[in-house]
């Protein structure tokens, strides 16, 4: 049961971090960090070469995916880290009243 609990908090910061890429609000350099992180993933040039120590030279790159997502939803705005599923239905708008 615990491993299912793990699985959903994990879907939920997919779903998080979906929104905050998406979400104009987001200072851009917020964004930035994810993006830069898979450029160096894909890039040849690597702080741990796969070939000088074979596993702990891909664990560098998720270390540091990981580690760009968990900076991205840890830095967002308060009012942009909405956990409810909710959001959606939202409507902001104005009004006034109309006197006769």
Do not use: C, F, H
């Not at 609000?25 to 690597?46: E, F, H, N, Q, V």
């Amino acid at each position: 049961m615990r491993r299912q609990g793990t699985l959903w908090s994990w879907w939920r910061d997919l779903r998080r971090i979906w929104r905050l890429m998406r979400d104009p609000r987001t200072p851009g350099w917020l964004k930035m960090l994810p993006l830069l992180a898979l450029i160096y993933i894909l890039s040849p040039i690597d702080l741990l070469p796969d070939l000088m120590i074979p596993g702990i030279g891909s664990l560098d790159d998720l270390v540091l995916l990981l580690l760009a997502l968990r900076m991205l939803l840890d830095l967002a705005p308060a009012d942009e880290r909405q956990t409810s599923s909710k959001r959606e239905d939202i409507i902001e708008a104005t009004y006034r009243v109309l006197e006769e």
